[in-house]
């Protein structure tokens, strides 16, 4: 399977917002579930780890003293998904959402990156956060107009399929 990641305010090849489109959209009542959203949440972070410039161009994974860039325990605020830095030299806090992301995502996202600011930055640099999820309620769009320095993206499945060839004698 492969994860396509679309700007949540940008139109997409076809000109419509990604929100718009007609793409068929995970059944809910997987979303729904515990076990189910846990798992895609973790399919789609495993598809970060391969290539994290699928996200946005530039990204690359945090490196730094005694510092993890995946599922990092601040011990304060709770786990920060994914951490890393930007062409810019700044801290990009990666925060994944399985399915649709709501208003509480808002909280999370600030309580992560002031956590970043306060224990790994250095004085002046830069922090800001992604969202990323396969859809959002109107808290965030709205909340993402007063956060300048939090983006949203839109993740969407989609599988390909292909014979399987001929079977090869040993």
């Given at each position: 399977?492969g994860?396509?990641?679309?700007?949540?305010d940008?139109?997409?090849?076809?000109?419509?917002?990604?929100?718009?489109?007609?793409?068929?959209?995970?059944?809910?009542a997987?979303?729904?579930?515990?076990?189910?959203?846990?798992?895609l949440?973790?399919d789609?972070?495993?598809?970060l780890?391969?290539?994290?410039?699928?996200?946005?161009?530039?990204?690359?994974?945090?490196?730094?003293?005694?510092?993890?860039?995946?599922?990092?325990?601040?011990?304060?605020?709770?786990?920060?998904?994914?951490?890393?830095?930007?062409?810019?030299?700044?801290?990009?806090?990666?925060e994944?959402?399985?399915?649709?992301?709501?208003?509480r995502?808002?909280?999370?996202?600030?309580?992560?990156?002031?956590?970043?600011?306060?224990?790994?930055?250095?004085?002046?640099?830069?922090?800001?956060?992604?969202?990323v999820?396969?859809?959002?309620?109107?808290?965030?769009?709205?909340?993402?107009?007063?956060?300048?320095?939090?983006?949203?993206?839109r993740?969407?499945?989609?599988?390909?399929?292909?014979d399987?060839?001929?079977?090869?004698?040993?």
């Amino acid at each position: 399977a492969g994860v396509e990641l679309l700007d949540a305010d940008d139109p997409g090849a076809d000109g419509t917002l990604a929100d718009e489109s007609n793409a068929e959209r995970p059944d809910a009542a997987s979303l729904d579930s515990s076990s189910g959203a846990l798992s895609l949440e973790r399919d789609l972070e495993c598809c970060l780890l391969s290539c994290i410039s699928q996200l946005e161009p530039g990204l690359r994974f945090y490196s730094g003293e005694n510092a993890q860039y995946q599922q990092l325990d601040t011990g304060v605020v709770g786990r920060l998904d994914l951490l890393a830095t930007d062409d810019c030299g700044r801290l990009v806090v990666i925060e994944l959402k399985a399915g649709t992301a709501d208003d509480r995502v808002c909280g999370q996202i600030l309580w992560y990156t002031g956590w970043a600011k306060v224990a790994i930055a250095t004085p002046g640099r830069e922090i800001r956060g992604i969202i990323v999820a396969h859809d959002f309620t109107d808290g965030p769009r709205y909340a993402v107009e007063a956060m300048r320095q939090v983006r949203l993206k839109r993740y969407s499945i989609s599988f390909r399929f292909e014979d399987p060839g001929p079977i090869v004698s040993v």
